[in-house]
């Protein structure tokens, strides 16, 4: 076992399916995991007189299917792609709390301010 075996490829594997089963003749899916030499290449025999097409739709179905790095595509998921780096729902809502003290403390401030402006007079500045 490889170091790629241990390490899945980050891309979905629900989007290269349907990627393949739907653009597969033109590549889509090997764009989209970053196989783009032999991505260029299948709409220019189509998807290899189909043959090469269904040859990829077996291998992702089955899991055995590679990205660009030689890391098998197993993961159904699609909200790692987008959640690698998510703050936990705990630390978002600490983060929402002290966003809202930091504007109460601005709220006041401008507040304060605006009595401070209100309360001059407009007269000519004192003379010293």
Known sequence: MTDQDLFPSPKSRLTTIV????LGIVGAHRFYVGRTRSAILMPLTIGGLGLWYLYDLIM???GSFRDAEGRLVTNWDTEDEHL?????????????DALRLDVNDLHERLAFTERL???RTHGPPPSP
């Open 117 to 119: 402006l209100g309360n």
């Open 84 to 96: 690698a780096g998510a703050l936990p729902a705990g630390a978002v809502l600490d983060e929402l």
């Open 19 to 22: 990627l393949a089963a739907i």
């Open 60 to 62: 992702i179905a089955s």
